[in-house]
C-alpha cells in the first residue's frame, strides 16, 4: 500500500494487476476501506485486463480523517425519512475531486471508473464533474440522488436505529448483522466477518462514517447531470437490496443516454460471489466500447 497528496488530503491506495492494463478506479462505499473489496474480485478485474486501483476515501481507512461534528444517528434517520439534508463539511463532489486528485498523483490521465454503492455516487460525480478523466463509467447498487429512488426499505429503518453504537470490539460481528438486513441469498456471514475485522483492526472510524452519510445527504440530485454524459455506462443492482432499493438502479439508467442496465434477482447490498464473474465481465464489455 501507498499515500499520494491529492486534493490537499492523504489518500491511502492500492495498485493490482498487471501496470500495462487498462487503468480502472474502484471506489469504495460508504464506511468502507480499501480491505473491504473481496479480493477475488479484484483478482478477476485484473485478470481481464485491467489495472485495478483500491483506495480509502476520506474519512476512512488511512486516509485523512476529519473533525467536524457528524449528525447523530438518531438525526441521519429522521433525515432519511423526511429528507430534510444535514449539514455537512464536504459533499460528494468533494470526495469525486479527491478520486481525480489521485488519478493526477499517479499520473493516470483516464480511466475506467467503477464505484459502489456511496462509490457509485462518487463515480457518477466524477463523470459529471470531470468528464474528461472517464473512459467509461459503472455503478453498482447506487442511486442518483433524487431523494425519491433508491431509497432505504422503511421495513429496516426501525433495526438500524436499534443497533447499538459499535465498539471496536463489537464493530465486525454489527456488520455482520447490519448486513444480513439488506444483502442477498448468497450473503455468507463468515467471510464478511473476516472482512470486516480485517478492515476494523486497520482503522476504527465510526464517526468518519457519520460524515460521510452526512456528505450523501446533503449532496445534490445527480439525474441533471447524469443526462448530459455520453460515454459508455453500465448500471448493476441487485433486486434483493433493502439499502439502495432497486429503483436507484432503474432511475440511474434512465438518466444516462445509451446506458446498460444488470439486474439480479438473487443479490442485495452486496457483491455475491457466485455473481462476481458475470460483474466483472459486463465491466470489461462496457469498457470495450469506448471508441476513443
Not at 29 to 36: E, K, N
Not at 47 to 75: C, H, I, K, Y
Not at 256 to 267: E, I, Q, T, Y
Request: charged fraction near 25%.
Amino acid at each position: 500500500m501507498s499515500s499520494a497528496q491529492a486534493n490537499g488530503i492523504t489518500i491511502e491506495y492500492e495498485s493490482h494487476g498487471d501496470d500495462g492494463g487498462d487503468p480502472l478506479l474502484l471506489i469504495m462505499g460508504l464506511g468502507g476501506q480499501l480491505t473491504d473489496w473481496p479480493v477475488e474480485f479484484i483478482d478477476l478485474l485484473a485478470a481481464a485486463g485491467f489495472r485495478v486501483v483500491t483506495f480509502d476515501n476520506r474519512d476512512q481507512g488511512l486516509s485523512t480523517t476529519f473533525d467536524w461534528e457528524p449528525p447523530s444517528q438518531a438525526r441521519s434517520v429522521m433525515s432519511m425519512l423526511f429528507r430534510r439534508p444535514p449539514k455537512a463539511e464536504y459533499l460528494i463532489s468533494d470526495m469525486a475531486a479527491d478520486a481525480v486528485g489521485l488519478l493526477d498523483a499517479l499520473s493516470i490521465e483516464r480511466a475506467h471508473v467503477v464505484g459502489m454503492s456511496m462509490g457509485g455516487m462518487i463515480a457518477q460525480t466524477v463523470a459529471i464533474e470531470h468528464p474528461g478523466r472517464v473512459l467509461s463509467l459503472t455503478s453498482i447498487m447506487s442511486n442518483p440522488g433524487d431523494r425519491k429512488n433508491g431509497r432505504i426499505a422503511p421495513s429496516i429503518l426501525p433495526k438500524l436505529a436499534k443497533m447499538k453504537t459499535p465498539t471496536r470490539e463489537t464493530a465486525a460481528d454489527r456488520s455482520v448483522e447490519m448486513f444480513k438486513l439488506f444483502s442477498g441469498r448468497h450473503y455468507d456471514p463468515e467471510d464478511h466477518r473476516r472482512r470486516s475485522q480485517i478492515s476494523v483492526d486497520r482503522a476504527f472510524l465510526p464517526a468518519g462514517t457519520a460524515r460521510q452519510t452526512a456528505a450523501i445527504m446533503a449532496s445534490p440530485d445527480r439525474t441533471p447531470g447524469l443526462r448530459t454524459l455520453g460515454l459508455p455506462t453500465l448500471i448493476v443492482h441487485g433486486l434483493m437490496d433493502k439499502l439502495v432499493r432497486p429503483s436507484g438502479g432503474t432511475a440511474t439508467a434512465a438518466a444516462v443516454p445509451g446506458s446498460r442496465l444488470l439486474v439480479f434477482p438473487d443479490m442485495g447490498h452486496d457483491l455475491p460471489q457466485p455473481r462476481q464473474r458475470e460483474i466483472v465481465d459486463a465491466i470489461r464489455r462496457n469498457a470495450d466500447r469506448v471508441t476513443n
